[in-house]
């Protein structure tokens, strides 16, 4: 049988700094929720919105693979390794932070502000030598089918990540239908909904509502009106 948990949109943390409006769906900053530390291997997902010309000043992360998907608008990017680039709507960047590193990430635009997906996974190795890197992928390609935008093989469809994970998106239009099959026994997939509405193995899913799924080995999907959304599978036991 398998087990689930549920998280509505308007449970999650919120944190709003004027020029930030962030969404958590598990505990992050001042959001502190025991029954909401992790699911799995995913650690973070944070819902943000950055003001025109606004962001997040150089920081430090490590031992900590960092995921980021814009949604809407321009996110620019700077790190310690040298990298700048600014990434897309259709876009993904990766952060292996390993040993550490040091980044900022601001909107790039003056006049809209930007939407992005940032996503922390725990690592299943540990001091690595930290690494950047960022993809663009062809939204088409998620048309009332399955994208995959990350995975842990360097020779597979999307970035990487030093994690037995997979990420895939969606963007169905109303009543399309589709099976998701786990790639391994041991997973979970968390299911969040960017828009619309879509049910998975029975369960209605509203705009920024997330799913968590394990022991089970398939996830059935079914738009009940024009939706996109995000499929994170992770391993449920962390060994830190």
Known sequence: MAKTIFHKADLRGKADH??????????????????????????????????????????????????SIPLEGDLEHQDSMGNSAVIRHGDIQVMSAGTG????????????????????????????TPRYDQLTLNVEDRKNKLQQMLSPNPDDQGVWIYQDAWFHMGNFDQGVEAEYQFKSEDSGVYAFVVSGSVQFNGNVLDARDGLGIWETDKLAIKAETNSEFLLMEVPMTVRL
Not at 52 to 65: A, Q
Not at 103 to 116: A, C, D, M
Request: proline residues 5%; hydrophobic residues 35%; neutral net charge.
């Open 18 to 67: 004027g020029w930030l409006k962030s969404f958590h769906s598990f505990s992050f900053a001042n959001f502190y929720d025991p029954h909401r530390i992790h699911f799995g291997a995913l650690r973070v997902l944070n819902d943000d919105t950055v003001s025109e010309g606004r962001g997040f000043g150089s920081h430090p992360h490590d031992n900590m693979e960092i995921i």
């Open 101 to 128: 590193i040091y980044h900022s990430e601001y909107n790039h635009n003056k006049s809209t502000p930007v939407k992005f997906l940032q996503i922390w996974i725990f690592p299943n190795k540990r001091d690595v």
